[in-house]
């Protein structure tokens, strides 16, 4: 069974800084891995997909990496802003989606 | 329509009740999704509809849990018996033809069983 893990569980940070988040999972037999964004009391929006053939995927200020081999995905934003506070999820599909338990971003002005 | 709209988008009930859930999928999708969201963790898959017919079920947790989608459009989730751990937000997504593809998702339902 797909085990999704997300590092950390919740991360701070001032304004502007460049940050990661991480992401691991435990059977690299995927379609692909994306990355979702949800604000308290919301949905998810979907940040960015990536491929199982790709090895990266760029939006803006965002870019998220993924190394299949070896079960890793990582979300890269820069120039953090505090419109950037939320949660971020990762999730993996083979067949059906497994969502990692995300990581609580707060940016503070 | 433009996204995925689910309604309610709040429900209160008491344990041993039956609710309903329902999910408009983006028009033109023919994969509808159905996940469970617990407080502090991801999304959980429950089911998944290619058209009118559940393709994958194998994520919902009893006997109490069933969903349709009739007519390969509109989806509506059924929970009989409902019990206190059944309290969650479930998020319903879609995409245009299946597995593989970006889903879009709904703003949820959250449900609150007392």
């Known amino acids: 069974k797909q085990e999704v893990t997300q590092i950390p569980a919740a991360l701070s940070v001032p304004e502007g800084e460049n940050l990661v988040l991480n992401c691991s999972f435990t059977d690299s037999a995927i379609y692909n891995l994306q990355w979702f964004r949800q604000d308290p009391g919301k949905g998810l929006t979907s940040l960015l997909l990536i491929q199982s053939s790709q090895r990266e995927q760029t939006s803006g200020r965002l870019n998220a990496s993924l190394d299949k081999s070896s079960g890793r995905s990582t979300l890269y934003i820069a120039a953090s802003q505090p419109g950037d506070s939320a949660t971020y999820l990762c999730a993996v599909n083979n067949n059906d989606m497994r969502f990692g338990a995300g990581t609580r971003l707060t940016v503070k002005p | 329509g433009a996204g995925v709209s689910q309604t309610p988008s709040n429900k209160v009930t008491e344990k041993g009740k039956y609710v309903e859930l329902r999910c408009d999928p983006i028009s033109g999708h023919t994969a509808l999704y159905w996940y469970r969201q617990s407080l502090g963790q991801g999304p959980e898959f429950l089911i998944y509809?290619?058209?009118?017919?559940?393709?994958?079920d194998s994520g919902l947790p009893n006997d109490r849990f069933f969903a349709v989608r009739p007519e390969g459009s509109v989806s509506t989730l059924k929970i009989q018996r409902t019990e206190r751990g059944d309290s969650a937000v479930y998020l319903c997504?879609?995409?245009?033809?299946?597995?593989?593809?970006?889903?879009?998702f709904g703003p949820g339902t959250r449900l609150l069983v007392l």
């Open positions: 997504a879609s995409s245009f033809q299946g597995a593989g593809e970006t889903q879009y």
């Open positions: 509809f290619q058209g009118t017919g559940a393709a994958d």
